[in-house]
């Protein structure tokens, strides 16, 4: 019988491979503005440099590898990993149509394998974006060592980009749980850091408000769609989806909708001592 948290994987696999396709034409993740600001501080935390090797690891289908291989002129090497083989393929098709095959290699493969990876060049940027609280206290302790040992010894930084565990979204309450609970404290993200030799590890959330181009038909839409594995079916039935979508539009019957997220940026070096 498979373990939890072998269960857990499959049904995550399966979850983000079925919403593959509608992933990256929901309207949320086309606003430019909302795109913009994810962009923005995604890149500002990131401090790269020309030849520098960055990992996007949980890369769904690319977005950011693919911004970044642009924005630096593809002067850096990528190396985009996902669970998913259908957010892979998205990629992977991207890649080809963009002639990008050089810059940005893909693998297929879980977090904690791909920490264990020995082949690869020492990463000096390794970007964790809305995937690493799908993983579970050990997986992030297996995965945080493999990483530490895969990052360059002199120029290294890990990013861990997710929700801070609060309030952001309109939610009905049973939603709102369900949402919650998914995210692991930062008090945890920085315990097990340091638990695996992470340090210097500080961390800002950034608020983004909607200038009006995420209406409330987009957020009921992206609900609908199930696109996060909060609304997995997994995680919530036909009928609570129904609900929390009545749930909004009885709200903002009389009440003005204005999207809002928030981003929790917290990053670290692995500070590895070079015996001579
Ligand atoms: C919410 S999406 C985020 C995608 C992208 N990083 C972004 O910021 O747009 C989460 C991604 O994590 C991937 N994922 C989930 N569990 C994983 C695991 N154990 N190892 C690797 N990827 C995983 C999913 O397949 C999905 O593509």
Known sequence: MASDSNQRSIELTQHF????????????????????????????????????????????????????????????????????????????????????????????????????????????RLLLKQFIHLLSHEERLLAFRGFYEQLDSNDNKLLIIGRPPKEIFPFDKRTQEIFLSSIPSTETYIQELEMCGFANIQYDVY???????????????????RLWSTFSPEHMTDEQITDCISYLKDKYKNEKFQFQDEMLILHCTAKKFITQ
């Open 17 to 124: 491979t079925n919403v593959a396709s509608n992933y990256r034409s929901d309207s949320l993740f086309q606003s430019p503005s909302y795109q913009q600001w994810l962009h923005e501080i995604t890149f500002n935390a990131l401090d790269l440099k020309p030849n520098h090797t960055v990992v996007d690891l949980g890369c769904g289908p690319g977005q950011d590898s693919l911004w970044l291989s642009n924005k630096m002129n593809k002067e850096i090497n990528l190396i985009a990993s996902d669970i998913s083989s259908g957010m892979m393929k998205i990629l992977d098709d991207e890649i080809h149509k963009r002639n990008l095959s050089s810059i940005i290699k893909t693998y297929c493969m879980d977090a904690v394998t791909f920490s264990q990876q020995k082949q690869l060049p020492p990463f000096h």
């Open 207 to 225: 608020r983004y408000t909607s200038d009006g181009s995420i209406t409330l038909e987009h957020w009921i839409n992206f609900i609908q769609n």
